[in-house]
């Protein structure tokens, strides 16, 4: 049985400006039929005013993609989590493997970008995840490890329980070629000890630890079935409102036949 809430969340990434934003969300709107699990759409900035409009009297929730730590000042192009806060931003994808590779992000960024969100009530979808090199030398283990320790270092007990953690193999996203549900539910499993580990098992028995990397219909019941896997990070499929519509119920079906 299903011990949590599946949690859907879609990444649009540096997709859909304002109109096609309206467009997609409406048509996922129409398309979906339960209201069994929970799904979070994390778009662009430019989008968010006109999401507002379009989700009202749904129960989707609305999440950034990524934050600046510091309140405001001189960071020209960024978007600080006091602002997102400020137009109602319940999530925020934080350490996306294309931001820790394309921007730098470190782990001590992220972590501060956690801490950041956290103090202003805005809960973090954390990303880690191992590139093909660090799986095929064994060291995913120790990778995970890192990433997941670093980013949550001074999270208190309170507050890691807004935390959403999804494992996203870097080798796994945007290639088509997905982790089998095997592999995915191996290294969630092992998120969730180390979690129990810092902060003890009442607390890892209950965080969200999804699994992120070409999740699509067709791989999505295998994936989602998985005991320590409770939903799903998706970029490419969220584009799709077929697809990704495919994939909530899924879930939906999933938690209800459970
Ligand atoms: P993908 O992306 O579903 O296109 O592989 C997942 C992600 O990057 O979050």
Redesign the pocket.
Known sequence: MKKRTIVIAG?W?MNNGPKEAEMLTKEIISKIKNKNIKYILCVPFIDIDIMYKAINGTNIKLGAQNCHWEKSGAFTGEISVDMLKNIGIEYVIIG???RRQYFNETDESVNKKIISALNQGINPIL?VGETLKEREADKTNDVIYNQVTKALENVDKESIKNVII?Y?PIW????GKTATPMQANEICKYIRDIVKKLYGENISDNIIIQY????NPSNAEKLLSQDDIDGG??????LKADDFTKIINIADNITRNE
């Open positions: 990444n990434k996306h493997s294309e990303c999804a996203e796994a996203i945007g290639t992120g990397g070409s999740m990070l998706i970029g490419g499929a969220s």
